[in-house]
């Protein structure tokens, strides 16, 4: 081919974006002059453009040490700084997904959320790890620890327990403003443990079997969601299970222990794996932990099969019921909610990049006013509670509480749990004496079985 003949280069945004393997098995994946070389280069492409500048607060933390340094440019800026901008970045991933025109295959090759991830786990490995964050991760064994004793360890967290929240605030740096999960003494596994009957009167009877993927924030903290999940499939004639092996990592994804995550990932994929080759669908509660096992996991294991057949067989539930309502139509009953819902549609929803399916699911409900939402919490997690982060977590959240407050609805709801009773909180905290009652928080299949009365 002639020189003249060559395709000339073509800008990003063009083709569809791709993610490359998380190579967190090469030792290079770790060390920290490379990695803090590559985040030098990234860093000055996002000086360069600046269209992320309204995402979160890690670009405007770039932008102003740039802005400040003495040369007015990233090479005025101390490495050590980097660290700002990490802190602030929740792997929310819609830089990747909404904003940058440089992900692959630009040839600038970005990914900051999968940058910042390899820069925590470089750190992690050199030794710096935050210890009370770690315990908030282990989600599994504080729920099986607070599950006998739920209504004691949430009279001990609650907010307005103040001698104690502000013991937590000044020892464990948990942020003593902050609304912490509660607990319940019957988790989702506990009430579930008998399966429903499938309804022979719905289209689907026969022809679907979900294995419900619990979470680790579901069954311990909202397992109403699996209840009214379970009991809408059950309706349209599902034949439905709860699987709950162990929590999908997440907490230790935004830590940087890929390790773990793998390990996770490995072990409910085995678990998972009998299920699918019996024809069963897998569908998540939660956006977080959707993301993991459809988009992370097969990241950090490309070649791990049962990982692979667990992401072909994962939908979150929203994505799953208005999956049914298309291909078999939905059972007749359902009643319009009253006062309206607001959608806020969560990042980690977003990233999953199969639309609002919530906003499309609630808009089933007849005679129902619906209005979305799409603007980051701010939660993130542990980065929502701690009192290093939380002020980021409140100030990113406030614009999206006020777009909720203007909407005026009765309800509000959310992929993310975490976002929904972050953004709850902040309407809570902002609100006038005379103002109406704050929204009833609630996860969008909740709200829509209780439009069947089945919740």
Request: glycine letters at 8%; hydrophobic letters at 40%.
């Amino acid at each position: 081919m002639s020189e003249d003949s060559k395709a000339p280069p073509r800008e990003g945004s063009l083709d569809a974006p791709f993610r490359r393997p998380i190579l967190w098995q090469d030792p290079d994946y770790y060390d920290l002059a490379k990695v803090e070389a590559e985040m030098e280069r990234v860093f000055d492409i996002c000086h360069g453009c600046r269209r992320c500048f309204n995402l979160c607060d890690s670009f405007p933390k770039l932008f102003d040490m740039v802005d400040e340094s003495p040369t007015g440019e990233l090479d005025g800026v101390d490495k050590k700084d980097y660290a700002k901008v990490a802190d602030a970045c929740t792997l929310c991933d819609m830089c990747f997904l909404t904003k940058c025109p440089y992900v692959p295959p630009h040839e600038f090759d970005l990914d900051f959320p999968h940058l910042i991830l390899r820069y925590r786990a470089a750190k992690r490995r050199a030794g710096e790890k935050d210890f009370v964050r770690e315990q908030l991760g282990q989600t599994d064994r504080n729920g099986k620890l607070a599950r006998p004793v739920a209504g004691l360890a949430n009279w001990a967290s609650a907010r307005e327990n103040t001698p104690l929240r502000k013991m937590l605030d000044a020892i464990a740096g948990i942020d003593a403003e902050a609304e912490l999960p509660k607990y319940n003494s019957k988790t989702a596994t506990d009430r579930l443990k008998t399966p429903l009957a499938p309804n022979p009167a719905g289209r689907a009877f026969g022809l679907r079997k979900v294995a419900l993927y619990a979470t680790c924030f579901v069954d311990y903290n909202e397992p109403d969601t699996a209840v009214a999940a379970a009991k809408v499939l059950a309706l349209q004639g599902c034949e439905v299970k709860l699987v709950y092996p162990e929590c999908c990592g997440m907490p230790q994804l935004e830590a940087g222990d890929v390790a773990d995550v793998a390990g996770k990932a490995r072990r409910v994929a085995g678990v998972f794996a009998p299920l699918i080759a019996d024809g069963w669908d897998v569908v998540a509660l939660t956006a977080s932990c959707g993301l993991m096992m459809k988009f992370e996991w097969p990241l950090i294991l490309p070649d791990d099969g049962s990982v692979k057949a667990l992401s072909k067989a994962t939908k979150d539930i929203s994505e799953y019921v208005v999956e049914l309502s298309k291909t078999f139509g939905l059972v007749e009953g359902l009643r319009p909610v009253e006062g309206g819902v607001t959608f806020h549609s969560a990042c980690h929803s977003r990233a999953q990049n199969m639309g609002a399916k919530s906003a499309e699911l609630l808009r089933l409900i007849p005679d129902t006013k619906v209005d979305v939402v799409e603007r980051c919490s701010g939660h993130g997690g542990t980065f929502g509670v701690m009192k290093d982060t939380r002020p980021m977590a409140v100030k990113v959240g406030k614009p999206t509480a006020r777009q909720v407050s203007a909407k005026g609805n009765a309800t509000l709801c959310s992929d993310c749990p975490l976002a929904c009773k972050h953004l709850g909180q902040l309407l809570a905290d902002e609100a006038k004496p005379d103002a109406p009652p704050a929204p009833r928080e609630a996860h969008p299949i909740e709200v829509f079985a209780r439009a069947y009365g089945v919740l």
